[in-house]
């Protein structure tokens, strides 16, 4: 039998929980499932997702905005803006640096003008964003599975 080494849930803001299995031979399995009323989606729905690790190069405040923030992240090939709404929970400064998920292949959008190029994965708890981490140095731009 194959013990556990970790799980971990994401959780989708359209109401999707996406929970990942890790084993310790390194082999993993996922799972999407609904959350409330919403639509089950199939993996290979979630493998159509480009989802890599960034480094935040850079953080600023939107001026106007009490939530968003535009940060400049490195995805390995390019460098990316995205626009984050986690400003009442995080000081720009102390973001520069940190590794972050991102979702590189979502359509732009723009934000209080500012034009988002993907979006970082937060945790909700009781509304606010919580960021998520890998837990060992990664480089800039490694794919998650």
């Known amino acids: 039998m194959k ?5 971990v849930n994401l959780v989708e803001s359209r109401g999707l929980l996406i929970t990942i299995y890790y084993w310790n031979d390194n082999n ?3 799972e999407a499932r609904e959350m409330g009323n919403k639509e089950i989606i199939d993996i290979n729905e979630f493998a159509r997702l480009d989802l890599r690790i960034g480094r935040i190069a850079n953080a600023e405040r939107i001026e106007g905005s009490k939530k968003l923030i535009r940060l400049e ?22 973001l520069i640096g940190e590794l972050v998920p991102v979702l590189v292949n979502l359509k732009p959008a ?29 480089p800039a731009g490694s794919g998650i599975r």
């Open 73 to 94: 992240v490195d995805i390995g090939n390019e460098q990316r803006q995205v626009v984050a709404g986690i400003a009442e929970e995080y000081n720009p400064e102390s």
């Open 110 to 138: 723009k934000l209080m003008g500012v034009e988002s190029q993907g979006m970082i994965l937060a945790v909700d708890v009781n509304g606010k964003p919580i960021l998520l981490h890998p837990d060992k140095e990664v």
């Open 3 to 7: 013990k556990k080494k970790c799980c």
């Open 28 to 30: 993993y399995a996922s």
